[in-house]
């Protein structure tokens, strides 16, 4: 039976390292080609059908302690969710550092993405 993994991503305390999105600080082409792979890796994994949803916090860009982002992950173990996130280009180049929490959660909730929750 498969579980909802949460990933926690922190930008990695990396001195001038901003976060790899493109409202980011760091505008440089090697930013933006980490951005554009890491958008890739999140499109692959959900139509593999392992990524629920992603996407960034509202996080101060000063703030190195705050979250960048999050996965949701439907995967068989943290292990398996460990290894996808190894393939995603901004947790392999150190930009991105994930914290997994296994959420436990009832069963059967959805989100429709229009703003309401189905139980």
């Known amino acids: 039976m498969n579980q909802l993994v949460l990933a926690l991503t922190a930008v990695a305390a990396v001195a001038g390292c901003a976060p790899a999105a493109p409202a980011g600080g760091d505008q440089t082409p090697e930013s933006k080609q980490l951005f554009e792979s890491h958008m890739a890796n999140i499109r692959a994994m959900g139509k593999a059908g392992k990524l629920v949803l992603a ?20 995967v068989a173990s943290a292990a398996e969710a460990r290894a996808l996130l190894a ?23 959805t989100y429709d993405g229009a703003g309401r929750f189905t139980p």
């Open 87 to 109: 393939g995603d280009p901004a947790t392999a180049s150190g930009r991105f550092v994930p914290e997994l929490r296994t959420w436990l959660g009832p069963a059967g909730i």
């Open 55 to 74: 996407g960034p916090f509202d996080a101060p860009a000063d703030d190195r302690a705050a979250y960048a982002g999050l996965f949701v992950l439907d």
